[in-house]
């Protein structure tokens, strides 16, 4: 509690010098709301139902902020990460019968489907000698740096739902996100910033804002979406024609007159608004800044690849016609690292949409060209920093995708792949990682887990690890039960740990 | 069948009646099962000994099981001896390893002296209290009655004796009518009705000021959107495709309608429930059934339809169970419920209900209005066209008379008619005719989504093990949970989904008035009697004043289920009526205002704020209902669904200042001034709002469009009125907002940020321009305009603007 509300008859003018306009704003500020984001959750949460906050994690954590990049869709693992030579040996064979008859498709005939190889030549890259497919070399450079697994695995067959399983460990709606848990969990570091924010390149994805939800708990604690250029955050620019000098005079005005109406009736949520307008007013100021990327060397943005033009071609599902995703997508991976720097605890970058049931190759390459350089860079560039060991950074998606090609009634071109939960890959770097590893294995033609099978409940309980939480214990109670980001599941893997 | 949680006959410790008896136990420091024992064992113990795991042959939350002997030949509670109650020796254990619970911090010494007391005293069993009869005692007497006005004081003044608190007194009138308004139309009052009301000295006047706001449409459409939360009412189908929903709005209007016409809550439920099954079943009846069709549909490429069909069925069971029982039976979709006496099987004859309700469609009016205006519409055109008829008949006759007529041979029909018609007097009158028959008004009729009961092929429903639709386990029939009372002459459950809407309120289930009045007095007081509004469950809180709220229950069925008559016992009370002012020396004791000293503070709801903002300043259109709108939305917001094809098209006209609740509501990607001030997302059904507090929120009202045109219009409107000076202007756009005048402070403040707008603006006309907009007005310069915005957006960033005190 601040000292202002453990004394609410302080004069005006001590409590004026001590907070809504002087230096003491940020004390004040940060005293309400280091809670979650910029937010004073505290006052509103205390007075709609039981809490079990708590802002020290549980133990010593290795990562501080994560980056979470979302490639929604699903991305094929087999043309990308999983090199399957027996796939290619088979292809155009028909499944073998025994996975058929009970395994389960969304678009795919299984009497009629048949294997599909990929084309992509696959290389080994750095000490440990990890694989990557031709179509991300420069991810391949930080293969010692990453941990691979490609032994994910989920329940969820369809998109929206399998994408809110991977968001909030549990495909109902209402739940919140992974981002939200660990703001709820750490609050945030960041003054002048939210604690979870969101950037998304390319189309919509499936979830849309469902993506980024905070569910049951207080709506501080859900993704506030960036934008990447021009208004970064919605609602920060002054009207048209009123300068900040007079935003400044209104907002004095405004605090005598809230604080005269604290003095009269003594009601903590009116000094959370006071403070929240003067968080407000420095967002102005901050956010701004954060997408400026002026200050970046010449070098750095080639590094990420801003202002890159998009490739020659039109109609790929991975942007629209009016979007420049690959120049988005890298200017996004940039601002994740300013917000990283910037205190800000969790950085969904989101982009959609890799559901490729049809001309695969050309589709894959779209997306695996937009987001290969500016990843890499961004693990480069935390490296160079030293933010990787506190920074963890996550690529992943709802799901895989089929080693069969797909046969829907219309399209038995067998030039895309079908839903696939049941094997699938993703990487983790820094944070407490220890990268250059490969963790778990697939059958010889990556249709089931063979090795260390990794529920998406166990990636995110080590998720949490990572940052000094038990999933156990990071709760929430609602309608009398206490809920966690992992469901009634979830292991920590301790293999993965540096 | 006994169908009561109580197995068997007790000497019961406490009373379970609420009335004066029950205020001994309230007061009481005696241990009794359900002050202190139920909730600790709720907490501690049930997880692992209760209806869904039983380790160690352990159930607690049952008698007959706590007392029998466990696998290790051992007995949990020997009623009467504690020291021969396994339960106590392992609770105060002093090895870690022997300790129970085995998780988390031991039980503190009072818990566990409390356990070994209430076992001596013969550790006795009592149900939980929200599936116990309502109580049927009298209210209390408080000493005290000076200021009462109705039992609900004398409920909470009691309570307030025993704690040796003093109510608060009556909020000033301004503060009363500026509440009533927020509570019951959610928009400001107008400057008359706040002078007539704070003149108007007669003992009825407030009582006048209730009735008139609950005669209102305002009211309906305010109390329309609690009830739409709970209904998770969107435009939008949800999930991937999210595609348009065009005749969503039509259930909203449905809700408003009868909120309007006071449809008694009985019948509210059972229209909604099944209202395609009564026998005099109206269009209207079936289109109230569209409330379980807000459930999402997925029409994602490659989904299975039965998989989703079975979570729509799975969502309206678990709806049912959060708005009507205040229970969370849906972790009982996968096993039995771990804390609450709800098994697995009992969630599936829930679900069995529902099984057979198939998504369909019907026909019917567009709106009651509609209907009234095509009917008159028609009316006139039939008279026009009979006039015309007449007309040709008449040039016809004539003709016929005439001397080229007689010519004509044979005289048929056709004959005539092609002789007719070779008379441009009469071809033109026909086709005249014509041309009015085919401009015939059409039936305002349109297609809504409702539930219909599937008559053939009728499904049987299953346990699904795990909630997985592929792994049906055994049949089972329709049925209510046994804990609550069956229904009829034999105490059975009811057999058909019409049977069971009108178990729901026969009267004879005391959680669902229970319930429903907990729902109506958090939206007067922002809390409920049961804070836990969407648990009533042995987790769940209990009631801060259980007399109350069974006295509140029985009222509302004696008062023939009617909202507005309840809303009014309620708003009628001197504990509505006090001031809201915290008081500090209570914050230790009481700071959340459990025993009501005092009115609450909260911050009004997402479409209020802008309902405030647009009726102050004069631009807030009154069209009630119809299809949903499309107010100005920042750049991007809907690029984020994953349907490119979808356009928010802004809409026009008064359609840009519609209410709130009519916005377009798109499930995954949904306005953020909706958002941003905590509107649910429509996916799940929703019993409690939250009041988010941000940074985001204050940009919102600084600097969002609508926001920001508000204060341009509220400057207008006290530019254009008749008054003089700053002063006036100044206490008027004050007044227009909250209501009281403003405060000499507040006036100095104010003055002060006029002048120093005034100075900026003197020498920045083009930004005088700018600020202005569209918003001009005539013979006033733009620079003195854009200071007089400048002032009264701050003024509209009042906490006290948006919030209900």
Same mark, same amino acid.
């Given at each position: 509690?601040?000292?202002?509300?453990?004394?609410?008859?302080?004069?005006?003018?001590?409590?004026?010098?001590?907070?809504?306009?002087?230096?003491?704003?940020?004390?004040?500020?940060?005293?309400?709301?280091?809670?979650?984001?910029?937010?004073?959750?505290?006052?509103?949460?205390?007075?709609?139902?039981?809490?079990?906050?708590?802002?020290?994690?549980?133990?010593?954590?290795?990562?501080?902020?994560?980056?979470?990049?979302?490639?929604?869709?699903?991305?094929?693992?087999?043309?990308?990460?999983?090199?399957?030579?027996?796939?290619?040996?088979?292809?155009?064979?028909?499944?073998?019968?025994?996975?058929?008859?009970?395994?389960?498709?969304?678009?795919?005939?299984?009497?009629?489907?048949?294997?599909?190889?990929?084309?992509?030549?696959?290389?080994?890259?750095?000490?440990?000698?990890?694989?990557?497919?031709?179509?991300?070399?420069?991810?391949?450079?930080?293969?010692?740096?990453?941990?691979?697994?490609?032994?994910?695995?989920?329940?969820?067959?369809?998109?929206?739902?399998?994408?809110?399983?991977?968001?909030?460990?549990?495909?109902?709606?209402?739940?919140?996100?992974?981002?939200?848990?660990?703001?709820?969990?750490?609050?945030?570091?960041?003054?002048?910033?939210?604690?979870?924010?969101?950037?998304?390149?390319?189309?919509?994805?499936?979830?849309?804002?469902?993506?980024?939800?905070?569910?049951?708990?207080?709506?501080?604690?859900?993704?506030?979406?960036?934008?990447?250029?021009?208004?970064?955050?919605?609602?920060?620019?002054?009207?048209?024609?009123?300068?900040?000098?007079?935003?400044?005079?209104?907002?004095?005005?405004?605090?005598?007159?809230?604080?005269?109406?604290?003095?009269?009736?003594?009601?903590?949520?009116?000094?959370?608004?006071?403070?929240?307008?003067?968080?407000?007013?420095?967002?102005?100021?901050?956010?701004?800044?954060?997408?400026?990327?002026?200050?970046?060397?010449?070098?750095?943005?080639?590094?990420?690849?801003?202002?890159?033009?998009?490739?020659?071609?039109?109609?790929?599902?991975?942007?629209?016609?009016?979007?420049?995703?690959?120049?988005?997508?890298?200017?996004?991976?940039?601002?994740?690292?300013?917000?990283?720097?910037?205190?800000?605890?969790?950085?969904?970058?989101?982009?959609?949409?890799?559901?490729?049931?049809?001309?695969?190759?050309?589709?894959?390459?779209?997306?695996?060209?937009?987001?290969?350089?500016?990843?890499?860079?961004?693990?480069?560039?935390?490296?160079?920093?030293?933010?990787?060991?506190?920074?963890?950074?996550?690529?992943?998606?709802?799901?895989?995708?089929?080693?069969?090609?797909?046969?829907?009634?219309?399209?038995?071109?067998?030039?895309?792949?079908?839903?696939?939960?049941?094997?699938?890959?993703?990487?983790?770097?820094?944070?407490?990682?220890?990268?250059?590893?490969?963790?778990?294995?697939?059958?010889?033609?990556?249709?089931?887990?063979?090795?260390?099978?990794?529920?998406?409940?166990?990636?995110?309980?080590?998720?949490?690890?990572?940052?000094?939480?038990?999933?156990?214990?990071?709760?929430?109670?609602?309608?009398?039960?206490?809920?966690?980001?992992?469901?009634?599941?979830?292991?920590?893997?301790?293999?993965?740990?540096? | 069948?006994?169908?009561?949680?109580?197995?068997?006959?007790?000497?019961?410790?406490?009373?379970?009646?609420?009335?004066?008896?029950?205020?001994?136990?309230?007061?009481?420091?005696?241990?009794?099962?359900?002050?202190?024992?139920?909730?600790?064992?709720?907490?501690?113990?049930?997880?692992?000994?209760?209806?869904?795991?039983?380790?160690?042959?352990?159930?607690?939350?049952?008698?007959?099981?706590?007392?029998?002997?466990?696998?290790?030949?051992?007995?949990?509670?020997?009623?009467?001896?504690?020291?021969?109650?396994?339960?106590?020796?392992?609770?105060?254990?002093?090895?870690?390893?022997?300790?129970?619970?085995?998780?988390?911090?031991?039980?503190?010494?009072?818990?566990?002296?409390?356990?070994?007391?209430?076992?001596?005293?013969?550790?006795?069993?009592?149900?939980?209290?929200?599936?116990?009869?309502?109580?049927?005692?009298?209210?209390?007497?408080?000493?005290?009655?000076?200021?009462?006005?109705?039992?609900?004081?004398?409920?909470?003044?009691?309570?307030?004796?025993?704690?040796?608190?003093?109510?608060?007194?009556?909020?000033?009138?301004?503060?009363?009518?500026?509440?009533?308004?927020?509570?019951?139309?959610?928009?400001?009052?107008?400057?008359?009705?706040?002078?007539?009301?704070?003149?108007?000295?007669?003992?009825?006047?407030?009582?006048?000021?209730?009735?008139?706001?609950?005669?209102?449409?305002?009211?309906?459409?305010?109390?329309?959107?609690?009830?739409?939360?709970?209904?998770?009412?969107?435009?939008?189908?949800?999930?991937?495709?999210?595609?348009?929903?065009?005749?969503?709005?039509?259930?909203?209007?449905?809700?408003?309608?009868?909120?309007?016409?006071?449809?008694?809550?009985?019948?509210?439920?059972?229209?909604?429930?099944?209202?395609?099954?009564?026998?005099?079943?109206?269009?209207?009846?079936?289109?109230?059934?569209?409330?379980?069709?807000?459930?999402?549909?997925?029409?994602?490429?490659?989904?299975?339809?039965?998989?989703?069909?079975?979570?729509?069925?799975?969502?309206?069971?678990?709806?049912?169970?959060?708005?009507?029982?205040?229970?969370?039976?849906?972790?009982?979709?996968?096993?039995?419920?771990?804390?609450?006496?709800?098994?697995?099987?009992?969630?599936?004859?829930?679900?069995?209900?529902?099984?057979?309700? $198939? +998504? !369909?469609?019907? /026909?019917?009016?567009?709106?009651? @209005?509609?209907? &009234?205006?095509?009917?008159? *519409? %028609?009316?006139?055109?039939?008279?026009?066209?009979?006039?015309?008829?007449?007309?040709?008949?008449?040039?016809?006759?004539?003709?016929?008379?005439?001397?080229?007529?007689?010519?004509?041979?044979?005289?048929? $029909? +056709? !004959?005539?008619? /092609?002789?007719?018609?070779?008379? @441009?007097?009469? &071809?033109?009158?026909?086709? *005249? %005719?014509?041309?009015?028959?085919?401009?015939?008004?059409?039936?305002?009729?349109?297609?809504?989504?409702?539930?219909?009961?599937?008559?053939?092929?009728?499904?049987?429903?299953?346990?699904?093990?795990?909630?997985?639709?592929?792994?049906?386990?055994?049949?089972?029939?329709?049925?209510?949970?046994?804990?609550?009372?069956?229904?009829?002459?034999?105490?059975?459950?009811?057999?058909?989904?019409?049977?069971?809407?009108?178990?729901?309120?026969?009267?004879?289930?005391?959680?669902?008035?229970?319930?429903?009045?907990?729902?109506?007095?958090?939206?007067?007081?922002?809390?409920?009697?049961?804070?836990?509004?969407?648990?009533?469950?042995?987790?769940?809180?209990?009631?801060?004043?259980?007399?109350?709220?069974?006295?509140?229950?029985?009222?509302?069925?004696?008062?023939?289920?009617?909202?507005?008559?309840?809303?009014?016992?309620?708003?009628?009370?001197?504990?509505?009526?006090?001031?809201?002012?915290?008081?500090?020396?209570?914050?230790?004791?009481?700071?959340?205002?459990?025993?009501?000293?005092?009115?609450?503070?909260?911050?009004?709801?997402?479409?209020?704020?802008?309902?405030?903002?647009?009726?102050?300043?004069?631009?807030?259109?009154?069209?009630?209902?119809?299809?949903?709108?499309?107010?100005?939305?920042?750049?991007?917001?809907?690029?984020?669904?994953?349907?490119?094809?979808?356009?928010?098209?802004?809409?026009?006209?008064?359609?840009?200042?519609?209410?709130?609740?009519?916005?377009?509501?798109?499930?995954?990607?949904?306005?953020?001034?909706?958002?941003?001030?905590?509107?649910?997302?429509?996916?799940?059904?929703?019993?409690?709002?939250?009041?988010?507090?941000?940074?985001?929120?204050?940009?919102?009202?600084?600097?969002?469009?609508?926001?920001?045109?508000?204060?341009?219009?509220?400057?207008?409107?006290?530019?254009?009125?008749?008054?003089?000076?700053?002063?006036?202007?100044?206490?008027?756009?004050?007044?227009?907002?909250?209501?009281?005048?403003?405060?000499?402070?507040?006036?100095?403040?104010?003055?002060?940020?006029?002048?120093?707008?005034?100075?900026?603006?003197?020498?920045?006309?083009?930004?005088?321009?700018?600020?202005?907009?569209?918003?001009?007005?005539?013979?006033?310069?733009?620079?003195?305009?854009?200071?007089?915005?400048?002032?009264?957006?701050?003024?509209?960033?009042?906490?006290?603007?948006?919030?209900?005190?």
């Amino acid at each position: 509690m601040s000292p202002f509300l453990q004394h609410p008859d302080r004069t005006r003018r001590e409590f004026f010098n001590t907070t809504a306009s002087g230096l003491g704003a940020m004390a004040l500020g940060s005293l309400l709301t280091r809670d979650g984001l910029l937010s004073p959750a505290t006052a509103s949460a205390s007075s709609i139902g039981p809490s079990s906050t708590t802002k020290k994690p549980h133990f010593p954590p290795r990562a501080k902020s994560c980056i979470f990049i979302f490639m929604a869709g699903a991305p094929s693992q087999l043309d990308l990460f999983d090199p399957k030579p027996r796939l290619n040996e088979l292809h155009s064979q028909p499944l073998p019968k025994e996975i058929w008859e009970t395994a389960r498709f969304a678009f795919i005939q299984p009497e009629s489907a048949v294997l599909m190889g990929s084309p992509r030549k696959f290389t080994k890259y750095g000490q440990c000698g990890m694989e990557f497919s031709d179509l991300l070399p420069n991810l391949g450079s930080c293969a010692d740096d990453l941990l691979m697994v490609r032994s994910l695995h989920s329940e969820e067959f369809n998109h929206h739902p399998g994408q809110l399983m991977m968001q909030c460990g549990v495909s109902r709606f209402g739940m919140p996100t992974m981002g939200s848990w660990l703001t709820y969990g750490l609050g945030s570091e960041s003054e002048n910033l939210p604690g979870y924010v969101v950037l998304t390149a390319g189309r919509g994805s499936s979830g849309g804002a469902t993506l980024y939800q905070s569910g049951f708990l207080p709506s501080s604690y859900s993704g506030v979406l960036f934008r990447n250029t021009g208004e970064p955050v919605l609602n920060l620019r002054n009207p048209d024609g009123l300068p900040p000098e007079l935003q400044r005079a209104g907002l004095d005005a405004l605090g005598e007159i809230n604080h005269g109406r604290y003095q009269e009736v003594h009601d903590p949520e009116i000094a959370s608004r006071i403070a929240n307008y003067e968080l407000a007013s420095r967002m102005q100021t901050s956010a701004p800044e954060l997408i400026d990327l002026s200050s970046e060397s010449q070098a750095t943005l080639d590094w990420y690849g801003v202002d890159r033009p998009e490739p020659p071609g039109k109609g790929f599902r991975g942007t629209l016609p009016h979007l420049k995703t690959h120049d988005a997508f890298a200017r996004n991976c940039l601002l994740a690292r300013r917000m990283v720097e910037r205190g800000v605890r969790f950085v969904n970058i989101i982009h959609a949409s890799w559901d490729q049931h049809s001309e695969l190759d050309r589709n894959i390459t779209y997306n695996a060209t937009a987001v290969d350089q500016p990843i890499a860079a961004l693990i480069g560039d935390l490296k160079r920093r030293g933010l990787l060991d506190e920074t963890l950074v996550v690529w992943g998606s709802e799901f895989g995708r089929t080693p069969l090609g797909e046969n829907r009634r219309g399209r038995e071109s067998n030039t895309g792949r079908d839903h696939h939960p049941f094997a699938f890959t993703m990487l983790l770097a820094g944070g407490g990682i220890r990268g250059g590893q490969v963790y778990g294995a697939t059958d010889e033609i990556g249709w089931n887990i063979t090795e260390d099978p990794v529920h998406v409940n166990d990636l995110h309980a080590t998720i949490l690890h990572l940052f000094g939480l038990d999933h156990l214990r990071l709760t929430h109670r609602f309608q009398g039960r206490d809920f966690r980001l992992t469901d009634v599941g979830g292991k920590v893997i301790p293999s993965w740990l540096a | 069948m006994l169908r009561l949680a109580l197995p068997f006959a007790l000497s019961l410790l406490v009373a379970s009646s609420y009335g004066p008896a029950a205020r001994a136990e309230e007061s009481s420091p005696a241990v009794t099962f359900a002050q202190n024992i139920q909730p600790l064992l709720a907490q501690r113990c049930l997880e692992c000994h209760g209806p869904d795991a039983q380790e160690g042959g352990l159930r607690l939350d049952r008698r007959e099981t706590a007392l029998a002997e466990l696998d290790s030949g051992d007995t949990a509670i020997v009623p009467g001896d504690p020291a021969a109650s396994a339960l106590i020796e392992r609770v105060a254990s002093e090895s870690a390893d022997l300790r129970m619970p085995p998780e988390g911090e031991p039980l503190t010494h009072d818990e566990v002296e409390q356990l070994r007391k209430w076992i001596a005293a013969g550790a006795h069993f009592t149900g939980h209290w929200a599936y116990e009869p309502l109580s049927t005692a009298q209210p209390p007497v408080p000493r005290n009655t000076v200021g009462i006005v109705n039992e609900i004081d004398q409920f909470v003044r009691a309570r307030l004796e025993q704690e040796g608190i003093e109510p608060s007194p009556p909020a000033d009138r301004y503060t009363l009518i500026k509440r009533l308004y927020y509570d019951l139309h959610g928009v400001t009052p107008t400057i008359a009705e706040v002078d007539d009301f704070v003149a108007n000295t007669s003992p009825d006047a407030y009582e006048r000021l209730v009735d008139r706001l609950l005669a209102s449409p305002r009211f309906a459409e305010r109390w329309a959107r609690h009830w739409l939360d709970k209904a998770r009412y969107a435009d939008s189908d949800g999930y991937e495709k999210d595609n348009h929903r065009p005749d969503a709005w039509r259930y909203r209007d449905w809700v408003i309608h009868a909120i309007h016409t006071d449809l008694p809550f009985d019948e509210f439920t059972i229209q909604q429930l099944a209202g395609d099954m009564l026998l005099d079943r109206t269009p209207l009846a079936h289109l109230a059934t569209a409330f379980h069709r807000q459930t999402l549909t997925n029409t994602e490429g490659g989904t299975d339809q039965e998989q989703w069909r079975v979570a729509a069925v799975m969502d309206r069971t678990e709806t049912l169970g959060s708005v009507w029982l205040g229970l969370t039976v849906g972790c009982a979709r996968c096993h039995n419920h771990k804390y609450d006496d709800f098994t697995q099987r009992e969630y599936y004859q829930l679900f069995a209900y529902f099984n057979n309700g $198939d +998504e !369909t469609t019907t /026909e019917m009016v567009t709106s009651p @209005e509609s209907q &009234a205006k095509y009917e008159r *519409e %028609l009316a006139a055109h039939q008279d026009s066209v009979a006039r015309q008829r007449k007309q040709v008949e008449r040039i016809r006759e004539h003709l016929l008379l005439t001397e080229e007529a007689q010519g004509l041979g044979e005289q048929n $029909d +056709e !004959t005539i008619e /092609e002789f007719a018609l070779t008379h @441009e007097e009469y &071809a033109q009158a026909k086709a *005249e %005719l014509e041309e009015l028959q085919a401009q015939a008004p059409k039936p305002p009729r349109m297609k809504v989504r409702v539930i219909s009961e599937r008559e053939e092929d009728r499904r049987t429903t299953h346990v699904l093990h795990r909630g997985e639709f592929k792994q049906p386990q055994e049949s089972v029939a329709p049925g209510t949970p046994s804990t609550l009372p069956g229904w009829g002459a034999d105490d059975a459950s009811p057999k058909s989904r019409l049977e069971m809407a009108r178990w729901l309120v026969s009267g004879e289930n005391p959680l669902v008035p229970r319930v429903a009045v907990n729902h109506i007095w958090g939206h007067l007081f922002g809390q409920g009697i049961v804070r836990t509004v969407e648990d009533f469950g042995v987790r769940g809180e209990r009631p801060t004043h259980p007399g109350l709220l069974d006295w509140l229950a029985g009222e509302y069925i004696r008062l023939g289920w009617s909202r507005k008559k309840l809303a009014k016992r309620i708003v009628m009370s001197a504990t509505y009526r006090q001031q809201s002012r915290h008081r500090p020396e209570l914050s230790d004791v009481d700071p959340t205002n459990r025993w009501l000293y005092r009115q609450n503070r909260f911050r009004v709801e997402a479409e209020a704020i802008r309902d405030l903002y647009l009726s102050a300043a004069g631009l807030l259109s009154s069209k009630i209902g119809g299809p949903s709108v499309f107010p100005p939305i920042p750049p991007g917001i809907t690029d984020l669904n994953y349907n490119s094809a979808f356009q928010w098209k802004v809409s026009g006209g008064e359609d840009r200042f519609r209410r709130g609740m009519y916005t377009y509501f798109k499930r995954t990607a949904p306005h953020p001034n909706l958002t941003t001030f905590d509107c649910p997302d429509s996916n799940v059904t929703c019993l409690k709002r939250r009041r988010s507090n941000t940074p985001l929120a204050a940009l919102v009202t600084l600097n969002n469009r609508v926001f920001h045109e508000a204060s341009q219009a509220l400057a207008r409107r006290i530019l254009t009125a008749d008054l003089e000076g700053d002063g006036q202007r100044i206490e008027r756009a004050f007044r227009l907002c909250v209501a009281r005048p403003p405060e000499p402070s507040e006036q100095k403040t104010l003055h002060e940020l006029l002048a120093t707008s005034r100075d900026w603006y003197a020498s920045h006309p083009e930004e005088a321009r700018q600020l202005v907009g569209n918003y001009a007005v005539a013979n006033v310069d733009s620079r003195e305009a854009a200071a007089w915005i400048a002032t009264v957006r701050i003024i509209m960033n009042m906490d006290e603007f948006i919030t209900r005190e």
